[in-house]
């Protein structure tokens, strides 16, 4: 969640197992807030800029916030994008006031048993920043605003559905829209005559918001927030997290693990347990190793070999040095897919953060044969694969998506011309995963439920390797 429109915007995200209701009987639900930001963290802050700010500037930190939840409503059902909203909603309570994150307290005794799989929040339009001197972290100040910061507050109710898909509103359409992907946490599940017990807060260790200060520019320099004539900006936020982090006591076993590990280059990746095994939930996008060392596209190692051609014949070419590539050079690509990698780079045992390593064909086994039948199914995304997407149900939360890959390949041109060289192929029908034995891939299609195995040039003169996507798993 990007800071700058975090203060006044919510993602909050309840994931749960994909699990059916087998269960009968009723137990009760505790959804409550936890006390948010240590002040004490904005004692470790730069000051420097303090003293920069002219006389009607402060440096804020934020170390609280008041919200107006007016319902909250739980459901089995699912939300996604493009489903209708015909799910059986269950009110778990209301609110009618602002209140601090940790005052806000839930409960619903006799909610029947089962798996819930959304969450629906009706806010009022209205919220309160609670901010400390950066200077001074023991002097607050109130900032009212609103949630969709055009205006003071008021009593407009925004509804907001969150799921393990991400936050949603409902569209005029009656069909869900999503809003953001947002902070995830795992689902709950409320058992016959239990108690279970949903906690979020604000803010957490990778938080953008307790690692975040502002400038206030108080307008009429009389040490107080006038809404609507005093305004925030200069946002100075060192680490990229969410701005919510949940917890759930329901005595099941946590099988999504959010922010679980961070590359080099400040990555945060979220990863899942399957089995015996944790995976990263998200493919690599590192651009180097965790050593530091740089990894070179191939368009920049071809002009390398270019500045610094070889000697002549029969002097081999050199060896091909670990490498990245985007798929058709894409940085939007990038983002959602992440980066192809060559085996080389895999071979440096350096290419994961540390803890984690690139997992060996036998482990890609060990996944596979835990799955059992449409173990590929299991572990592709529901979303962004061509149709038909065989089998996909994205029970694992592995969520493997058809990144494609850079492959050395044999064509035949218009004029009957046989070509060779580097194609970029299969992305939205081919997902393509390294292993870290010998050259060997995984590979999920569109078309099939299962994993397959290929060999894919693990090493090469000039760089003729295949570029593809990258997985880690947690050692």
């Known amino acids: 969640m990007k800071m700058k429109t975090a203060f006044f915007f919510f993602v909050i995200l309840i994931s749960v197992n994909a ?35 002219m006389s009607s500037t402060h440096v804020m930190h934020t170390a609280n916030l008041k919200v107006f939840i007016a319902e909250l409503w739980v459901s089995q059902g699912l939300v996604t994008e493009d489903v209708y909203d015909d799910f059986d909603w269950y009110k778990i309570g209301e609110n009618n006031e602002l209140k601090l994150i940790e ?21 009022k ?23 969709n910061e055009e205006n003071c507050g008021d009593e407009t109710i925004i509804t907001q559905y969150f799921s393990k898909r991400g936050n949603h509103s409902l569209g005029n359409d009656g069909k869900f829209r999503c809003d953001s992907r947002g902070e995830t946490v795992r689902g709950f599940k409320v058992k016959p005559g239990g108690i279970t017990t949903v906690y979020w807060k604000l803010g957490g260790p990778n938080s953008q918001l307790t690692d975040c200060t502002f400038d206030w520019v108080d307008v009429n320099d009389n040490q107080a927030w006038d809404c609507g004539v005093d305004y925030v900006g200069n946002f100075d936020c060192s680490v990229e997290g969410p701005m919510w982090t949940f917890g759930v006591d329901d005595g099941e076993e946590d099988l999504f693990i959010p922010n679980a590990v961070t590359d ?57 040095p670990p490498m990245r590539a985007m798929q058709n050079n894409d940085t939007g690509l990038m983002a959602v897919y992440g980066y192809l990698y060559t085996y080389t780079a895999v071979a440096t045992g350096k290419l994961s953060p540390a803890g984690w390593h690139v997992p060996s064909d036998e482990e890609w086994t060990i996944l596979t044969d835990y799955l059992g ?37 044999t064509w035949t041109g218009p004029s009957g011309e046989v070509n060779s060289g580097y194609k970029y192929t299969g992305y939205g029908q081919f997902g393509y995963w390294l292993t870290s034995t010998d050259g060997w891939a995984r590979i999920l299609t569109y078309t099939s439920s299962e994993v397959s195995r290929e ?14 996507s990258c997985r880690c798993i947690k050692d």
Not at 25 to 50: C, E, F, H, Y
Not at 108 to 118: C, E, M
Not at 388 to 409: H, R, Y
Not at 455 to 468: K, V, W
């Open 19 to 53: 699990c059916q209701n087998d269960e009968t009987g009723t137990g009760t639900l505790v959804i409550k807030g936890v006390t948010a930001i240590p002040l004490q963290k904005s004692a470790m802050t730069d000051l420097s800029r303090s003293s920069q700010a």
């Open 373 to 409: 039948n449409n173990a590929g199914g299991k572990l592709k995304s529901t979303e962004l694969w061509q149709a038909p997407n065989q089998g996909a149900t994205n029970e694992t939360e592995f969520t493997a998506l058809p990144g494609g890959g850079m492959i050395l390949k």
């Open 264 to 320: 080099i280059d400040g990555n945060s990746y979220n990863a899942v347990k399957i089995g015996d095994q944790i995976w990263m939930q998200e493919n690599l996008r590192t651009t180097r190793l965790n050593d530091g060392t740089y990894l070179m596209t191939r368009e920049e190692y071809q002009q390398y070999l270019e500045d610094n051609p070889p000697a002549p014949p029969p002097t081999p070419m050199p060896q091909s």
């Open 455 to 468: 060999y894919y040039h693990p090493t090469g003169a000039g760089g003729d390797e295949s570029f593809l």
């Open 103 to 123: 005052e806000l307290l839930f409960t619903a005794d006799n909610l029947p048993a089962g798996d819930y799989k959304s969450i629906k929040i009706a806010f």
């Open 125 to 147: 339009n209205t919220i309160t920043r609670i901010a400390v001197y950066q200077s001074d972290i023991n002097h607050t100040v109130e900032m009212q605003g609103s949630l």
